[in-house]
């Protein structure tokens, strides 16, 4: 193979998005030949391409090697899974499944159809948080000891919650700021720091919005080593703060307003604590501003390497293994908050499914019916 005829499913606001940089032929050696949409008039803009009426029809067409979900929640295990028994690789937006139990029924399938499998982490590319995971993995900021992302800049109106049927419920999302808004940083904590091993999740129903999931969140999470961290988020405050600070032994790292800034100590903290003369004197720091560009691309960037690993077999940017952590993550702060109890991970799957289907079943939400949004600028959700 020397292209890949790739096939885009989901035509709302992240779909078409992908479509237009891979119409630009942004993406080397990936043809998009194909698109999914209940919706004619979404097809419609798409006329030199063939079109379905269904994500579940594309995939049955024989006419792609590979496609990139960019449908509601739920489907992305549904879909994905139908990918791989057609043998098609699979590029799935985030999250890639909502709970644990559907993300190992997708990569199992994967595993057993040998087809990639990779998550729209498009952040892994960013160099602000590439340059945090070199300098935890090298040990320049050495031990880590805390960590504090309060990521409240989230904010979204009623009309953004009303834009769509599946939004903000347990059955059509199957949760809310951590299943939509918070998975890119989920996973980046993932990525960075590994599962911590105990985590207490104190979550917000509806408590700016008139939905029935999660809109405002704050989470605990100790690790083994002994380090701790403290991540809170809502898309109801204005106007929010993003600010992630990791403090390790050797000074401490505050990102914040695209910003990465190390203050060095000059000697670990516990060094100088074990060997200072005075009860007040603290270690000397160096300011460090890291330079760090955003990507011009991150997006396309993350399909290129999904073409290039089925095509040269590079390793994949964020695998179906690696995009776990972030689901991981988002069913324990929700169940630890159902409960009530720290959930010490592995989150026990079986169970987490079964609490979400009772939420499913025990739900008396009704929705509104939809808002049509014509005027957003739907790249402004990207900035973080
Ligand atoms: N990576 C990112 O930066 C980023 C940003 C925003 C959204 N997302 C993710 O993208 C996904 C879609 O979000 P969105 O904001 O575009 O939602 P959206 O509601 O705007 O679009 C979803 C589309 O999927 C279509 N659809 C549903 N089932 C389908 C099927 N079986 N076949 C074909 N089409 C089907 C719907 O008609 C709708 O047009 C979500 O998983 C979301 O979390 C990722």
């Known amino acids: 193979m020397h292209k890949v005829r790739l096939g885009l499913i989901g035509l709302g606001n992240m779909g078409k998005f992908h479509a237009a940089y891979l119409m630009q032929g942004k993406?080397?050696?990936?043809?998009?030949?194909?698109?999914?949409?209940?919706?004619?008039?979404?097809?419609?803009?798409?006329?030199?391409?063939?079109?379905?009426?269904?994500?579940?029809?594309?995939?049955?067409?024989?006419?792609?090697?590979?496609?990139?979900?960019?449908?509601?929640?739920?489907?992305?295990t549904t879909l994905g899974v139908a990918a791989f028994e057609r043998g098609l690789h699979v590029l799935v937006e985030k999250p890639i499944a909502v709970h644990l139990a559907d993300a190992d029924r997708l990569i199992d399938a994967s595993l057993k159809?040998?087809?990639?499998?990779?998550?729209?982490?498009?952040?892994?590319?960013?160099?602000?948080?590439?340059k945090v995971k070199q300098l935890i993995e090298s040990g320049e900021l050495g031990a880590i000891v805390r960590f504090n992302w309060i990521i409240t800049d989230w904010f979204r109106t009623e009309a953004y919650y009303g834009s769509?049927?599946?939004?903000?419920?347990?059955?059509?999302?199957?949760?809310?700021?951590?299943?939509n808004q918070c998975p890119h940083q989920l996973d980046l904590l993932c990525w960075w720091l590994g599962l911590p091993q105990r985590v207490r999740g104190f979550c917000q129903f509806g408590r700016y919005h008139q939905i029935e999931v999660e809109d405002n969140v704050t989470v605990y999470f100790d690790y083994d080593s002994g380090a701790s961290g403290v991540f809170i988020t809502s898309t109801g405050e204005a106007p929010g703060t993003?600010?992630?600070?990791?403090?390790?032994?050797?000074?401490?790292?505050?990102?914040?307003?695209?910003?990465?800034?190390?203050?060095?100590?000059?000697?670990?903290?516990?060094?100088?604590?074990?060997?200072?003369?005075?009860?007040?004197?603290?270690?000397?720091?160096?300011?460090?501003?890291?330079?760090?560009?955003?990507?011009?691309?991150?997006?396309?960037?993350?399909?290129?390497?999904f073409v290039d690993s089925i095509l040269d077999g590079v390793p994949l940017i964020a695998t179906g293994a690696d995009a776990v952590g972030s689901v991981h993550l988002a069913n324990a702060a929700l169940y630890s908050?159902?409960?009530?109890?720290?959930?010490?991970?592995p989150l026990d799957a079986g169970a987490y499914a079964e609490a979400l289907k009772k939420k499913v079943e025990e739900s008396t939400f009704t929705k509104a019916p939809t808002i049509a949004i014509t005027q957003d600028d739907f790249t402004k959700s990207f900035t973080r």
């Open 27 to 76: 993406v080397q050696r990936c043809e998009l030949t194909s698109v999914a949409s209940s919706s004619p008039e979404k097809l419609a803009a798409f006329p030199a391409l063939r079109h379905f009426s269904s994500g579940q029809e594309l995939i049955a067409s024989g006419l792609v090697d590979a496609v990139l979900i960019c449908t509601p929640h739920y489907q992305h």
């Open 337 to 345: 908050s159902w409960t009530g109890a720290d959930v010490r991970p």
């Open 242 to 305: 993003n600010r992630c600070e990791i403090a390790g032994e050797k000074g401490k790292i505050v990102l914040e307003n695209g910003k990465l800034l190390f203050t060095r100590n000059e000697v670990a903290m516990s060094d100088f604590s074990r060997t200072a003369a005075s009860g007040f004197a603290r270690p000397g720091v160096w300011n460090v501003e890291i330079p760090a560009e955003p990507h011009a691309a991150p997006h396309a960037a993350v399909t290129q390497n």
């Open 164 to 179: 769509g049927g599946w939004r903000a419920t347990w059955r059509g999302e199957g949760g809310g700021a951590l299943l």
């Open 113 to 130: 159809a040998d087809r990639r499998l990779a998550a729209m982490f498009q952040l892994r590319v960013e160099p602000r948080y590439l």
